[in-house]
């Protein structure tokens, strides 16, 4: 079964340091997202992204977060300059025809 | 956007049927009914999604009434390993909104 694959499982990252967080999505979807939960909260959308470019976002995702498709298979989340609660649960999705499939996440950890 | 509310947690014991109601009464007409479960630590998991009546797979059950302002997601002969939290989502405009979800403890 196709996966999306998320690298790396746990980043821990001294606040005020940029973090990328790594996706690849299963290759034939058109349809790419970035969630977000916190430890033992609900999950929050981020952002989503069609044809190389945002077509949502939510008030979360400020200036200090962008994304990118950098070579067509990669799904790159940054975050420029951390804070203490950006701590998370990353999970990246992507979506055909259907329901969305995540991947297993990246725990940021901002220390 | 269309909120849903769950129940925050039931139990139940090993082969029985569990059904999870959830309520979603703002729901638009182009928006669809998605089930995901997710164990502590990973990303969720695709259940099941539905758009009125009923709609069954391998794993579950999804019963929509006409009004499709609630749904039910039903898991048949539960297993320990069903433990998990359970999100009843709708897909609005290529946008998951996302509730609580509901806890889900098997017991043997």
């Known amino acids: 079964e196709p996966e999306v694959t998320q690298t790396p499982s746990h980043q821990v990252t001294q606040m005020g340091q940029e973090v990328i967080l790594r996706c690849v999505p299963i290759s034939n979807h058109l349809y790419f997202y970035w969630y977000r939960q916190i430890l033992g909260q609900k999950v929050e959308f981020l952002v989503s992204f069609y044809n190389n470019e945002i077509s949502e976002k939510s008030e979360i995702f400020d200036d200090q977060f962008s994304v990118e498709r950098p070579d067509g298979s990669n799904f790159t989340l940054k975050i420029r300059s951390t804070k203490l609660e950006d701590s998370a649960m990353y999970f990246c999705?992507?979506?055909?025809?259907?329901?969305?499939?995540f991947g297993s996440g990246t725990r940021l950890t901002v220390v | 956007l269309a909120k849903t509310t769950q129940p925050i947690s039931m139990d139940s014991y090993e082969g029985q049927e569990v059904n999870i109601t959830c309520s979603h009464n703002n729901i638009a007409t182009n928006d669809y009914i998605t089930w995901y479960q997710q164990f502590p630590s990973q990303g969720p998991r695709f259940i099941i999604q539905?758009?009125?009546?009923?709609v069954t797979n391998e794993v579950a059950s999804l019963f929509i009434p006409a009004d499709r302002k609630s749904s039910t997601l039903s898991l048949p002969r539960v297993s320990l390993s069903d433990t998990a939290v359970y999100y009843c989502l709708v897909d609005s405009n290529y946008q998951l909104i996302w509730g609580a979800g509901t806890k889900l403890i098997i017991k043997p």
């Open positions: 539905g758009y009125k009546t009923k």
């Open positions: 999705a992507s979506r055909a025809a259907g329901g969305y499939t």
